[in-house]
């Protein structure tokens, strides 16, 4: 398990192209979580799984292939959002961005 956000930043870099984007609703308090599924330029694969999400904004994506070019995130735990940990954002394009209480990369 991955436990800090840099250490999911660094299992994040290089993987830039989306392969899946997922929303799933949770039974825990009526929240959605978001699978994201990413592969680099050899093929592999991680997916980027983050609860509890909020504030999701997407933009330009499909039409062929999407890329989150720079996708990273950041601990913003000291702003004492309600049930909020994480920002994320695809810091090159701005095509993603969103708010979530607890993420994770597993390589697939």
Do not use: P
Not at 70 to 94: P, S
């Amino acid at each position: 398990m991955i436990r800090s956000i840099e250490q999911i930043n660094e299992a994040l870099a290089g993987f830039t192209d989306v392969i899946s984007l997922e929303i799933v609703a949770t039974r825990a308090q009526w929240a959605y979580a978001l699978r994201i599924t990413l592969a680099d330029a050899s093929g592999e694969t991680v997916l980027l799984f983050c609860e509890d999400i909020s504030s999701l904004r997407v933009s330009e994506f499909g039409g062929g292939l999407t890329q989150f070019l720079v996708l990273r995130g950041r601990d913003v735990r000291e702003a004492q959002l309600d049930r909020v940990k994480f920002h994320f954002r695809d810091v090159e394009r701005g095509a993603i961005a969103f708010d979530c209480m607890s993420a994770d990369v597993a390589a697939l």
